[in-house]
C-alpha cells in the first residue's frame, strides 16, 4: 500500500524539478538556441534574387572566405576591438581603482558608481549621434581650437574616420570594464595592501604584484563584455565612419538589405566562432570560475 | 638568530578627527619581552600597535625602537613585521612565494628567494605545504605562514594583532603555547594585541591593560593579578571583587571606607583625606562564607547566583552596594556548607586579601 505511494511521491519531486528548470530552458530554446540552429541551416542554403532555395551547399562559406574584401573587413574589425578594447581596459581600470580605493565611503563609491551609468539613460543612437556636432567640421572641437587660433583650419579627421569610430565605441563601452573591475577590486581585503606596504612594496608594487592579479577576473569579464560587443557592432561603425569603414556586421547587414541571407549567414556562423575563440582564449587565461 | 629592540613610546595621542583613539600613552617595552595589549574592544590598544608598526600615523608623540626614532618612517623601515588578524595573505600566490614577497619587493632574485622561503617554511614545519594556495590551508597553518612572512624579514620586534582570534578553542591554546616557545627560541620582542585575559596571562612578561585609550596598568601578570592598580583593571581581570565608598579614617597604614549602603571596610594602604571616593579590590577565591573575625573585614549577602564549575564553586551576592559580589569557592568547602540562591549568607576575607586600587588622572 506505502510502496506504490512512495514511487509516485518520488516521481512526482523528479518531475517538479524539471517543472522548475522548464521557463528557463523553453525561452533560451526558443528564442537562443532555435535562431542560431536556423542560422546555421540557412547558411548552407542556395538563394537568387528572388527566393531561398533549401540544399546543402559550402558555396556561401567558399565565397565569404575565398574573397578578400572579407579578410580586409575582419582586420578592420579586430583593429577596432584591439584599439576598443585596449583603451577601454586603460580607462575602465583607472576609473574603477579610484572608485574602489580613493574615494573613503560606500555612499559617495556608489553615487559615483551611479554618475558613470548616467549616459546609459539614453540611447545608444543618441550617444552617438551627439557626437557628430562636436567632431565636425564646424563642430565645437574645430571652432573653439579655430577662434584659439591653434590651428588655421578644420581638422579633417575629427569625424567619419577610425578615430572617430574608436572614440565613440570607447565612450559606449566603458561601463562594461569599469563595473567588473569595480566588483572584483571591492572585494580585495584592504588588509592585504597593508601586508604587502609592510614587507617593503611601494605603490607600484602593490598594484602589479597585488591589485593586478586580484583583479583579474573581472578583467576577464569586462573584457568578454567588450570584446563580444565591438565585434557584432554595426550601427557605431557605420555613423562615426561615415560609410567609409566597414565591420564585419556591417557587412552582413549589407547582405541582408540586398537578401543574400545566407551569405549573411554564413558570415554571421564564421564570426561567431571567431567571437568564441576570442572568448576561450580570455578563458584559458583566466580561470574566472576559481575567482568568483 | 637576531637583535632585538626596546620599543619606547613616548606620549603617543592618536586623533581621529574629533575623537581621541589614544590619549598620550607612555610605555618602555624591554627589548626582548613578550608584550600583551589587553583591553576591550576600542579602548585603543590595535591603534597603538598600528602605530608601532606604522600603518597609522601618529598625532603626537614619538616611537623609538632600538635606537632610531621610527615615528616618520614607512612600515618595512622600521624593522618591525605584523602579522595581521585574519593574517592577510596573498591568495593568488603560493606559500613560497606568500613568505618570499618581502623578498621580491627588494629585488632578491628568484632562485634565492625561494630558497630562503623555504627555509622559512621548514622552520614553521609547513614544508610538506610549500606549493599549495592559503585557501587550502586549515587557520592554524595559515598562521604559520604568516608567521613565517613575518619573520623572513629579520625584524627586531612582531607585531602580532589578535593573532589568536580566528582559531577555535583547542587550536587557540596550542597555537598560543607555538608563539611563546617561538618568542623564546628567536629572542626578539613580541607585541601582541589581544582581548583575552587568559592569552595574556599565559603568553605575557608584560601585560599592558587599556581602557578608553588610556594605559590602565603595565606591569607583570603577577603584578596585575595580585596587585591591580585601578577598579577597571580588578573588574576586566575578573579576579577582585570591587567595594566603592568614600574614606573615612585613615593611619597606621589602614584605611577605611564606607560605601553607599552603610557598611565600613578596612584595607592596607597609605592615609587618605576624609570623605574622598575611593575603591578596594577584593580577591574572589579568598573571600569565605563565614562570619567575619572584624567587623571591617566582611559582610552580610544575599546569594544571587550559584555556578557549578568542577574543581571550584561560583557564587555571586547581592550586598555591600555591589550586585555581582563573586566568591570562587572550592568545591569541598562548598559541600560541606551549601548555600541555595536567596539563602542570607556571611562573607569575610583577610586584610591582606583586600588592595586599594588607583584612579587613572584623567
Known amino acids: 500500500m506505502s510502496a506504490p505511494r512512495a514511487s509516485i511521491g518520488k516521481i512526482a519531486a523528479a518531475v517538479a524539478s524539471y517543472l522548475q528548470a522548464a521557463p528557463l530552458a523553453l525561452i533560451l530554446g526558443f528564442f537562443f538556441l532555435l535562431p542560431i540552429l536556423m542560422i546555421a541551416v540557412v547558411s548552407f542554403w542556395d538563394y537568387d534574387f528572388a527566393g531561398l532555395y533549401p540544399d546543402f ?236 | 638568530m637576531s637583535k632585538a629592540a626596546e620599543i619606547d613610546i613616548v606620549s603617543v595621542s592618536k586623533i581621529y578627527g574629533s575623537t581621541t583613539a589614544v590619549h598620550s600613552i607612555s610605555l618602555k617595552i624591554p627589548s626582548g619581552s613578550y608584550c600583551c595589549f589587553l583591553g576591550p574592544s576600542g579602548c585603543g590598544k590595535t591603534s597603538t600597535l598600528r602605530m608601532i608598526a606604522g600603518h597609522e600615523s601618529i598625532s603626537a608623540g614619538d616611537i623609538r625602537l632600538g635606537n632610531t626614532v621610527v615615528t616618520d618612517l614607512p612600515p618595512a623601515k622600521r624593522g618591525t613585521a605584523m602579522m595581521f588578524q585574519s593574517y592577510a595573505l596573498f591568495p593568488h600566490l603560493d606559500l613560497v612565494d606568500n613568505v618570499a614577497f618581502s623578498l621580491k619587493m627588494k629585488g632578491v632574485d628568484k632562485e634565492e628567494r625561494r630558497a630562503k622561503a623555504l627555509e622559512m617554511l621548514k622552520l614553521m614545519q609547513m614544508e610538506p605545504y610549500a606549493n599549495r594556495r592559503p585557501a587550502q590551508l586549515s587557520g592554524g597553518q595559515q598562521q604559520r605562514v604568516a608567521l613565517a612572512r613575518a619573520l623572513i624579514t629579520d625584524p627586531e620586534a612582531l607585531l602580532l594583532d589578535e593573532p589568536l582570534s580566528a582559531l577555535d578553542p583547542f587550536l587557540k591554546i596550542r597555537m598560543r603555547a607555538e608563539l611563546k616557545k617561538l618568542q623564546k627560541s628567536l629572542g626578539i620582542t613580541f607585541v601582541h594585541v589581544t582581548h583575552s585575559q587568559e592569552e595574556a596571562m599565559a603568553l605575557a612578561d608584560i601585560i599592558v591593560i587599556m581602557n578608553d585609550g588610556r594605559i590602565e596598568q603595565a606591569a607583570s601578570p603577577r603584578d596585575v593579578f595580585e596587585r591591580p592598580a585601578t577598579a577597571f583593571v580588578a ?100 559541600f560541606k556548607t551549601p548555600v541555595a540562591v536567596g539563602d542570607a549568607v556571611p562573607l569575610s576575607w583577610g586584610l591582606e586579601d583586600a588592595v586599594l586600587l588607583g584612579r587613572v588622572a584623567a
Open chain 1, 57 to 292: 551547399l559550402t558555396m556561401n562559406y567558399t565565397d565569404t572566405l575565398g574573397s578578400w574584401v572579407t579578410w580586409k573587413t575582419y582586420l578592420n574589425t579586430l583593429k577596432y576591438t584591439a584599439l576598443v578594447w585596449g583603451l577601454t581596459l586603460l580607462i575602465g581600470f583607472w576609473v574603477a581603482y579610484f572608485l574602489a580605493f580613493h574615494i573613503r565611503t560606500t555612499t559617495m563609491q556608489m553615487v559615483l558608481f551611479l554618475v558613470c551609468t548616467v549616459p546609459f539613460l539614453t540611447s545608444n543612437i543618441i550617444r552617438m549621434i551627439s557626437w557628430i556636432p562636436v567632431l565636425g567640421r564646424n563642430g565645437l572641437v574645430n571652432s573653439t581650437l579655430i577662434e584659439m587660433g591653434l590651428i588655421p583650419a578644420p581638422i579633417e579627421w575629427l569625424l567619419y574616420s577610425d578615430f572617430a569610430v574608436v572614440l565613440a565605441m570607447v565612450h559606449l563601452n566603458t561601463l562594461f570594464m569599469v563595473t567588473p573591475i569595480f566588483n572584483t577590486l571591492m572585494r580585495i581585503d584592504k588588509s592585504l595592501i597593508e601586508a604587502a606596504r609592510d614587507a617593503g612594496a611601494n605603490g607600484r608594487q602593490i598594484l602589479w604584484n597585488v591589485i593586478l592579479p586580484l583583479a583579474k577576473p573581472g578583467i576577464a569579464i569586462g573584457s568578454i563584455f567588450v570584446v563580444t560587443l565591438v565585434m557584432a557592432d554595426f550601427s557605431t561603425v557605420q555613423v562615426m565612419s561615415g560609410g567609409q569603414s566597414a565591420s564585419v556586421a556591417l557587412m552582413m547587414k549589407n547582405q541582408m538589405s540586398l537578401l543574400q541571407y545566407p551569405a549573411a549567414a554564413a558570415n554571421a556562423v564564421v564570426l561567431l566562432i571567431v567571437v568564441l575563440l576570442m572568448v576561450a582564449a580570455i578563458l584559458r587565461v583566466v580561470d574566472i570560475r576559481k575567482e568568483l
Open chain 2, 235 to 334: 573588574r576586566f581581570m575578573g579576579d577582585h571583587n570591587v567595594l566603592t565608598g568614600r574614606v573615612v579614617e585613615s593611619g597606621d597604614g589602614k584605611v577605611t571606607l564606607e560605601v553607599a549602603e552603610g557598611q565600613k571596610f578596612t584595607v592596607a594602604g597609605p592615609a587618605q583625606a576624609a570623605g574622598s571616593p575611593i575603591d578596594i579590590g577584593v580577591r574572589t577565591d579568598r573571600v569565605r562564607l563565614a562570619a567575619p573575625s572584624e567587623k571591617t573585614l566582611g559582610f552580610h549577602g544575599v546569594v544571587s547566583n550559584v555556578e557549578y564549575r568542577g574543581a571550584s564553586v561560583k557564587i555571586t551576592v547581592l550586598g555591600a552596594g555591589s550586585d555581582d559580589f563573586t566568591v570562587i569557592a572550592t568545591d569541598a568547602d562548598y
